[in-house]
C-alpha cells in the first residue's frame, strides 16, 4: 500500500511538533524516520496511526485521505518499544486479541496464530506468558501480533530499544527478513542510525518537527544536505572544517590556515564553506602530499 503526507503539520498549542511534512512511501517499501528524541518522528508515526489527528495537511492511504478515519479501521499493525502485551494473558491470547476484536472465525484464528507464532519462532511458547519470556521473545510475540491481522501498514516506534545490543543485532535482521518476505509497507522510527542505514529502502531525517532529507542511506551518507545530517549520520563522525574556497588559474581550493584542499570546479562557489571529512574516504596520498599538524586520537 502506498501511503503519503502531504504538509502534515502537527501542533500542540504554540508548540509545532511536525512542520509541514511531505513524503510519498511506495507499496512494500521500509522507510525510517530518523532523529534525536524529540524531534516529530514518534509523533509523525502516530498521526500515521490515527491515535494523533493532524493539525494542517493529509494522510493518504493509497488515494483515501485518512485524517479523520479512526484508527481500528486504517488495518495497520503497531510495535511499541514497550512491547504493550496483556500480561494476564498468554502469548496465544496476546497474538489473538486483534483477531477477537475482529469476530475472525475460531477455527480461522486459531490456524492464523500458529502460522505467525511459527514464522516469529515462538511456537513453544504459546502457553506462556509474557512475565516468562525473555525481553526479544516477547518482542517476537508484540510483531506476530502486529501481524497476525494481515496488515497493509506496519508502524514501529522504537521497538528495539530495550534489548541488549547482541539481540538488537539479531532483531534487526529478524525484523528485515520478515518485511520483504511479506512485502508490507513499513515506517520505522528510530533514533539510531546504524539501525536506520542497515534496515531502510528509505530514511527521512527529521530535525525539530521539520523534514532535512529523504533518500535511500547511502546517498544520505555521501551527499548530506545539512550541517545536521553530517553531523548526525555516520559512525565514526565526519569532521568539519571552515574554509574559505579561493580560486588560482583554472582550479578551486578549499583553504583552512594556509592549507589548500582541491576541490572540483562545477561544485565551487567563492565564499565561506564548510569543508566536510569523512574517514572512510581518506587514502594515503604518500609524503609528497603530507602536511605537517598535530593529530589528536
Known amino acids: 500500500m502506498q501511503v ?7 501542533r500542540f498549542g504554540d508548540v509545532v511538533a511536525v512542520n509541514d511534512v511531505c513524503m510519498e512511501i511506495t507499496s512494500g517499501e521500509f522507510v525510517a524516520l530518523l532523529g534525536p528524541s524529540g524531534c516529530g518522528k514518534t509523533t509523525t508515526l502516530l498521526m500515521a496511526a490515527g491515535i494523533y489527528k493532524p493539525t ?13 478515519v479512526p ?22 491470547e496476546n497474538i489473538v486479541f486483534p483477531m477477537r476484536l475482529k469476530k475472525v472465525a475460531r477455527i480461522d484464528m486459531e490456524e492464523r496464530a500458529k502460522q505467525v507464532a511459527e514464522t516469529m519462532g515462538i511456537g ?7 512475565g516468562q519470556l525473555s525481553g526479544g521473545q516477547q518482542q517476537r510475540v508484540a510483531l506476530g501480533r502486529a501481524l497476525v491481522k494481515q496488515p497493509d501498514l506496519l508502524l514501529f516506534d522504537e521497538p528495539l530499544s ?15 527478513r520478515l518485511q520483504l518476505e511479506l512485502g508490507i509497507t513499513s515506517i520505522y522510527v528510530t533514533h539510531d542510525q546504524l539501525e536506520a542505514m542497515t534496515m531502510a529502502d528509505r530514511i527521512a531525517v527529521i530535525e525539530s518537527g521539520n523534514l532535512q532529507a529523504y533518500c535511500p542511506p547511502q546517498e544520505l551518507y555521501d551527499q548530506p544536505q545539512t550541517l545536521f545530517i553530517a553531523g548526525f549520520v555516520g559512525n565514526p563522525p565526519m569532521n568539519f572544517l571552515n574554509v574559505e574556497v579561493v580560486q588560482e588559474d583554472d582550479k578551486y581550493y578549499a583553504r583552512a590556515e594556509g592549507i589548500n584542499l582541491l576541490i572540483p570546479n562545477q561544485r565551487a562557489e567563492k ?3 564548510v569543508y566536510i571529512i569523512t574517514v572512510h574516504k581518506m587514502v594515503d596520498g604518500g609524503l609528497e602530499h603530507s602536511i605537517k599538524r598535530r593529530v589528536e586520537l
Open 162 to 176: 530495550n534489548l541488549d545490543a547482541r539481540l538488537r543485532l539479531s532483531m534487526r535482521g529478524e525484523i528485515k
Open 124 to 130: 513453544q511458547l504459546l502457553s506462556r506468558r509474557p
Open 56 to 68: 494542517d495537511g493529509d494522510i493518504l492511504f493509497g488515494e483515501r485521505v485518512m485524517n479523520r
Open 71 to 92: 484508527p481500528k479501521e486504517r488495518n495497520i499493525g503497531m510495535v511499541f518499544q514497550s512491547y504493550a502485551l496483556y500480561p494476564h494473558m498468554t502469548v496465544y
Open 4 to 10: 503519503r503526507f502531504e504538509h502534515l503539520t502537527k
Open 271 to 273: 565564499a565561506a564553506a
